[in-house]
C-alpha cells in the first residue's frame, strides 16, 4: 500500500464520526507512522494543519444541520462545543457568519470536502541528498514544549529561536558544540504524552551548564538535504519538498527519531543549513 492510500485510509477513519474527539493517534497508525509525522505529513501535502482541516470539515457539517432545521445549542454540543460562544467563534471563523444567520434563507456558506491524496507528477529540480547512519548522541541547549499541533509548532519554536539570540546563548551553545553533527540544530522530537518539543541546541559530549539542558539523540539512518537562503521560508521549502516530492517515491518511510535542522551559518538573511530526516526500510 503505497503512502497516499494509507493517508487516505487515516482520513477515512477521522471523517467516520466528527462529532466525537479526533483519534489522531490511531490515524496515524493507519498512516504508518508517529503522530508527530502523520500531523507533520498531512499539513504539507494538505496546505493546512490537521486540526484546522478538522474544524472546518465539523463546521461545513455543522452548517448543513442548521439549515435543516437543527437548534444551534444542539448542534453545538454535538461537535463538541459546551460554550455556545466557542461555537460561534468557530464557526464565523469559517463560514464570515454566526450560526444564527446561516439558518436563514440565502445565507452563503462555505463547504469543505473531505480531503483525498493522490501521487501527482510534481518537482523537476534536483534534490541533492545523501543516507547516513549515525550513532547515538547528546544535545545540549534550550527546549520547549510546543503541543501536539502544527499550528502550534509554528508559533513557539521560532519564539524559543528568538530567546536563544536575545539571551545571548547561540554564542554560549556553539562554544559547547564538540561533536557530529556540528552545527546549531532545531530538533523536534516527540514526548510520550504525544507532545512536541522542540531545542535550540548543539551535539555535545559535556555535561550541560546551569542555564541548559541535555537529551539523547538515538542511533539512526537519516536522510540529509542541504540547502541555503533566507530563514525562515528556504528551510520550510525545502522540509515542504522533501516530505510531499522526495519521501513518497523514495522507498523510505519516516523513522523513529528526531527531525533536524542543522544550521552551518548563523546569517539569516542567507543561511546554510542541512535537514537531517529519519529514515526506514521495512525490513531493516
Known amino acids: 500500500m503505497d503512502w497516499a492510500q494509507c493517508f487516505n485510509k487515516a482520513i477515512r477513519f477521522l471523517e467516520r464520526d466528527l462529532t466525537q474527539p479526533p483519534d489522531v493517534e490511531a490515524a496515524a497508525r493507519l498512516a504508518g507512522c508517529s503522530v508527530f509525522h502523520f500531523q507533520r505529513?498531512?499539513?504539507?501535502?494538505?496546505?493546512?494543519?490537521?486540526?484546522?482541516y478538522l474544524r472546518r470539515r465539523k463546521m461545513s457539517l455543522a452548517a448543513e444541520e442548521l439549515q435543516n432545521g437543527g437548534k444551534i445549542t444542539d448542534v453545538a454540543l454535538r461537535y463538541g462545543y459546551a460554550s455556545p460562544t466557542a461555537f460561534n467563534r468557530a464557526f464565523q471563523a469559517v463560514h464570515g457568519i454566526a450560526p444564527s444567520e446561516a439558518k436563514n434563507e440565502g445565507a452563503v456558506l462555505k463547504a469543505y470536502p473531505p480531503v483525498r491524496f493522490h501521487l501527482a507528477l510534481t518537482g523537476?529540480?534536483?534534490?541533492?541528498?545523501?543516507?547516513?547512519?549515525?550513532?547515538?548522541f547528546s544535545i545540549i541547549g534550550i527546549s520547549a514544549d510546543i503541543g501536539s499541533e502544527m499550528e502550534q509548532n509554528f508559533e513557539h519554536a521560532p519564539a524559543l529561536w528568538a530567546r536563544a539570540a536575545a539571551e545571548?546563548?547561540?554564542?554560549?551553545?556553539?562554544?559547547?558544540?564538540?561533536?557530529?553533527?556540528?552545527?546549531?540544530?532545531?530538533?523536534?522530537?516527540?514526548?510520550?504524552?504525544?507532545?512536541?518539543?522542540?531545542?535550540?541546541?548543539?551535539?555535545?559530549?559535556?555535561?550541560?551548564?546551569?542555564?541548559?539542558?541535555?537529551?539523547?539523540?538515538?542511533?539512526?539512518?537519516?536522510?540529509?538535504?542541504?540547502?541555503?537562503?533566507?530563514?525562515?521560508?528556504?528551510?520550510?521549502?525545502?522540509?515542504?519538498?522533501?516530505?510531499?516530492?522526495?519521501?513518497?517515491?523514495?522507498?523510505?518511510?519516516?523513522?523513529?527519531?528526531?527531525?533536524?535542522?542543522?544550521?552551518?551559518?548563523?546569517?539569516?538573511?542567507?543561511?546554510?543549513?542541512?535537514?537531517?530526516?529519519?529514515?526506514?526500510?521495512?525490513?531493516?
Request: with cysteine; proline share 8%; net charge negative.
Open 41 to 52: 505529513m498531512f499539513a504539507y501535502v494538505a496546505g493546512m494543519p490537521l486540526s484546522q
Open 124 to 136: 523537476g529540480a534536483a534534490l541533492e541528498y545523501r543516507i547516513e547512519r549515525h550513532g547515538a
Open 168 to 284: 545571548g546563548l547561540v554564542e554560549k551553545l556553539m562554544a559547547l558544540m564538540d561533536t557530529q553533527p556540528r552545527g546549531l540544530l532545531g530538533v523536534s522530537s516527540q514526548t510520550q504524552n504525544e507532545h512536541w518539543r522542540y531545542w535550540v541546541a548543539v551535539a555535545s559530549t559535556q555535561a550541560p551548564p546551569a542555564w541548559a539542558q541535555s537529551a539523547q539523540v538515538p542511533a539512526a539512518a537519516w536522510a540529509v538535504f542541504p540547502g541555503r537562503g533566507a530563514m525562515p521560508g528556504a528551510v520550510q521549502e525545502l522540509e515542504r519538498r522533501i516530505v510531499t516530492e522526495w519521501l513518497p517515491g523514495s522507498g523510505y518511510e519516516y523513522g523513529d527519531a528526531p527531525d533536524i535542522e542543522v544550521y552551518q551559518t548563523q546569517n539569516p538573511q542567507d543561511a546554510c543549513f542541512e535537514i537531517w530526516l529519519p529514515v526506514a526500510k521495512p525490513g531493516w
